[in-house]
T-cell receptor, first 104, second 114 residues
Framework: EDQVTQSPEALRLQEGESSSLNCSYT??????LFWYRQDPGKGPEFLFT???AGEEKEKERLKATLTKKESFLHITAPKPEDSATYLC?????FGSGTKLNVKP | NAGVTQTPKFQVLKTGQSMTLQCAQD?????MSWYRQDPGMGLRLIHY???????DQGEVPNGYNVSRSTTEDFPLRLLSAAPSQTSVYFC?????????????FGEGSRLTVL
């Protein structure tokens, strides 16, 4: 069965302090690695899809990268509005998420 | 542009009661699915459907029934609610019939079973 593990569970950053979130996966055949953002009381919203090792995608302060076993979501100079839970999935099995809190 | 619509948003049940969570999408997606989300456990797949008349079990199907009579609707039924079914439920759809495309989620239905 496909498995996804995310770390850390929670991350507190100061505004402008860059960091990375990790998603480790085990799948029989990768059909895409997906990143979602979830705000409190809302459903997850799609951010990126990565299909092959070495692939990168960017959106504003976020950049997602993929290796054969992991994906990273890099957050550069985060702002308080980046505070949310970030989920990865392969593609219908989800990790438990990383709750990001960015303080001004 | 409604997307995925779930009702009700909140519901309180007593143990043993039955209810149906409704899900409708207006994007003509063949793939639809139900998840439950519990603290520390992420989203877990309950049931999914790849088209009208076709449903299958996910990771945690026990205690839940589904049917898919139309492309638009995918209701989730709890036949005899238990406190362990207290959770937030999300319906999601995808343009990919195998579910390997991005998922579009509803706003969620928060269920409490006393």
């Amino acid at each position: 069965e496909d498995q996804v593990t995310q770390s850390p569970e929670a991350l507190r950053l100061q505004e402008g302090e860059s960091s990375s979130l990790n998603c480790s996966y085990t799948v029989s055949g990768l059909r895409g690695l997906f990143w979602y953002r979830q705000d409190p009381g809302k459903g997850p919203e799609f951010l990126f899809t990565l299909y092959s090792a070495g692939e990168e995608k960017e959106k504003e302060r976020l950049k997602a990268t993929l290796t054969k076993k992991e994906s990273f979501l890099h957050i550069t100079a985060p702002k308080p509005e980046d505070s949310a839970t970030y989920l990865c999935a392969v593609p219908v099995y989800f990790g438990s998420g990383t709750k990001l809190n960015v303080k001004p | 542009n409604a997307g995925v619509t779930q009702t009700p948003k909140f519901q309180v049940l007593k143990t043993g009661q039955s209810m149906t969570l409704q899900c409708a999408q207006d994007m003509n997606h063949e793939y639809m699915s139900w998840y439950r989300q519990d603290p520390g456990m992420g989203l877990r797949l309950i049931h999914y459907s790849v088209g009208a008349g076709i449903t299958d079990q996910g990771e945690v199907p026990n205690g839940y029934n589904v049917s898919r009579s139309t492309t638009e609707d995918f209701p989730l039924r709890l036949l005899s609610a238990a406190p362990s079914q207290t959770s937030v439920y999300f319906c999601a759809s995808s343009y990919s019939m195998s579910g390997s495309g991005e998922l579009f989620f509803g706003e969620g239905s928060r269920l409490t079973v006393l």
